[in-house]
């Protein structure tokens, strides 16, 4: 076997909250080296994990088995102009797909605002942006191809496979390890962003006529305030307007990045000073409007380490949590640097979907590394599931197989595909035995 292994390599996530010290890593250069690596992994009573940047904020990446990293297995296979599609190998960062589809004037319909996952690694977990209409990554897939715990090659789609398709959109790596990921894809377009502070109580108030009104429609809100910033995307003609380069290098670089790394540290080190902070630091956005082509404005360079978490709620339910979440802030201890985040999403048919049959809103809260973070986390957990909220699956939460089956309508579906496909847990590791259950 060709595959480049190394022994005993330790390694950790992005946000640095999980380690993990594998037997061994392996980075295969072809399908046909990561299937033998499957087969030598079971053979040898060792589970196998691929992970990608490590992303994630939980521990789903991690194993003391076999690493599969995906690092050779990238770039675009194919590009199918009267179908609509590509195919891009799974190891490929999302920020290069970007970049190659648009030198070949395509894009997809919709992306997160972070794009250094890989195309496995984000599809995977459920990784989704803001939009009235398109949804996240894994439901714009038409094909997937992936090596199953026998060694197979199996291809999955609507016509091939379709059981396995429909649920291994969002696999949570519990099916096989993905090789090869297709898309749907279209005709680059232009996006003109609009971005602009608004009041607290006025954003809940037309929460539901921004969201109706706008192709996407995220906002963030500042604890501690009574200050938004709102971002509203929508399709144009054109023509590129993108932002000046100095007026785009203060607001992205120095005050989403650097001003904050100096801020987040600050309240670190004097927690008494964020309240103060953010009724500073949200009032200096300012309102400005650009045009661009897709993934210049759907995505923002994320330089600050924090940690996250994320729930998914019924959308009619939105504005009722974050003012119950603001009411807890202002009654707690409680010192929140970063904004809380919140986008939406159409339902969509994915087995373990987090909009699985239901419209949805995403609220995130997260906390400076370094920072402690579990009271907080703690306290909007409990609101999140009052309300019948999905944890993402790469973002930190503390549930467990028993209230997610009642969350997912389709989780017996799920897991009963899980038993059938990988019976002895190749696949599996701690935080899959957690969420799904043995």
Not at 106 to 135: C, F, K, P, W, Y
Not at 237 to 245: N, Y
Not at 372 to 378: L, M, V
């Amino acid at each position: 076997m060709s595959d480049t292994t190394k022994t005993s390599t330790a390694w950790r996530n992005w946000s640095g909250t999980v380690t993990a010290r594998p037997a061994r890593a392996v980075t295969p250069s072809s399908v046909e080296e990561l299937a033998d690596a499957v087969r030598t992994a079971a053979a040898e009573g060792l589970r196998v994990k691929p992970v990608g940047t490590g992303h994630s904020f939980t521990a789903i990446g991690a194993t003391d088995g076999v690493h599969v990293r995906p690092d050779l297995l990238t770039g675009i296979r194919g590009i199918d102009r009267e179908a609509g599609t590509v195919t891009v190998e799974a190891g490929t960062p999302l920020k290069r797909l970007n970049v190659a589809l648009a030198r070949e004037g395509l894009s997809l319909t919709n992306m997160g605002d972070i794009m250094e996952q890989t195309v496995a690694g984000a599809t995977s977990t459920g990784t989704h942006g803001t939009g009235r209409d398109s949804a996240s990554l894994a439901a714009q897939i038409r094909a997937l191809e992936l090596i199953t715990a026998d060694g197979r090659v199996l291809t999955c789609s609507e016509q091939e496979n379709r059981e396995v398709f429909s649920a291994a959109r969002i696999g949570l790596g519990a099916l096989g390890v993905i090789t090869a990921v297709t898309f749907a894809v279209e005709p680059v377009f232009h996006l003109t962003a609009r971005e602009e502070p608004m009041g607290f109580d006025r954003v809940t108030a037309d929460f539901d006529a921004l969201v109706a009104e706008n192709e996407h429609f995220e906002f963030y809100w500042f604890p501690h305030t009574s200050n938004c910033n709102t971002k509203r995307n929508n399709r144009t003609l054109g023509p590129i307007a993108p932002p000046g380069r100095i007026a785009g290098w203060i607001e992205d670089e120095f005050m989403s990045n650097g001003l904050f790394q100096v801020v987040c540290s600050l309240g670190r080190a004097v927690p008494r000073t964020i309240p103060v902070i953010a009724k500073v630091s949200s009032r200096a956005l300012s309102a400005r409007t650009y045009t661009d082509i897709p993934y210049k404005v759907y995505t923002s360079p994320r330089r600050v380490r924090f940690v996250e978490m994320e729930y998914a709620v019924p959308r009619e339910a939105t504005v009722e949590v974050l003012r119950e979440v603001r009411a807890m802030v202002e009654r707690s201890p409680l010192r929140i640097s970063f904004p809380v985040e919140v986008r939406t999403a159409p339902a969509d048919d994915i087995a373990l979907s987090t909009a699985s049959g239901r419209d949805t809103s995403y609220i995130a809260v997260h906390m400076y590394r370094g920072t402690p973070y579990q009271g907080y986390f703690t306290a909007v957990e409990r609101i999140m599931t009052a309300h019948g909220g999905r944890p993402h699956w790469g973002k930190m939460h503390t549930r467990d197989a028993e209230y997610l089956a009642a969350a997912y309508p389709r989780f017996g579906e799920f897991t009963a595909l899980r038993d059938r496909l990988d019976p002895d847990r190749l696949f599996g590791n701690d935080y899959l035995r957690r969420v799904l259950g043995d």
